[in-house]
Nanobody
Framework: VQLQASGGGLVQDGGSLRLSCVDSASTGYSIGWFRQAPGKEREGVACISNVDGTADYADSVKGRFTISRDQAKNTVYLQMNSLKPEDTANYYC?????WGSGYCDMSEYDARGQGTQVTVSS
């Protein structure tokens, strides 16, 4: 599995960023976005099922973040709007262990790629 995340950067409170995750090995696995800030636990942010496109989100980002996929490009996107300083973290994408029709499970992942840093200034 070769996953490469990109699109991070420095934005102001309330700004937007779009992250991209390319599955260069074309695994066909469902993908999730995760983040980890220094001193904090890893958090599953969003996931999308390859079966039917069902998405799920952490409560902390619902209504602000949108996950989408372009299967032709083997790419999953994370559109992040209304960013807050507490969204600051290293974001990475990973293949999920469990997914299916109508669900994807962010509780654990199989393999992850390099992350991309998102910093939101107040």
């Amino acid at each position: 599995v070769q996953l490469q995340a990109s699109g991070g950067g420095l934005v102001q409170d309330g700004g937007s960023l779009r992250l991209s995750c390319v599955d260069s090995a074309s695994t066909g696995y469902s993908i999730g976005w995760f983040r980890q800030a220094p001193g904090k636990e890893r958090e599953g942010v969003a996931c999308i099922s390859n079966v039917d496109g069902t998405a799920d989100y952490a409560d902390s980002v619902k209504g602000r973040f949108t996950i989408s996929r372009d299967q032709a490009k083997n790419t999953v996107y994370l559109q992040m709007n209304s960013l807050k300083p507490e969204d600051t973290a290293n974001y990475y994408c990973a293949t999920l262990m469990r997914w299916g029709s109508g669900y994807c499970d962010m509780s654990e992942y199989d393999a992850r790629g390099q992350g991309t840093q998102v910093t939101v200034s107040s």
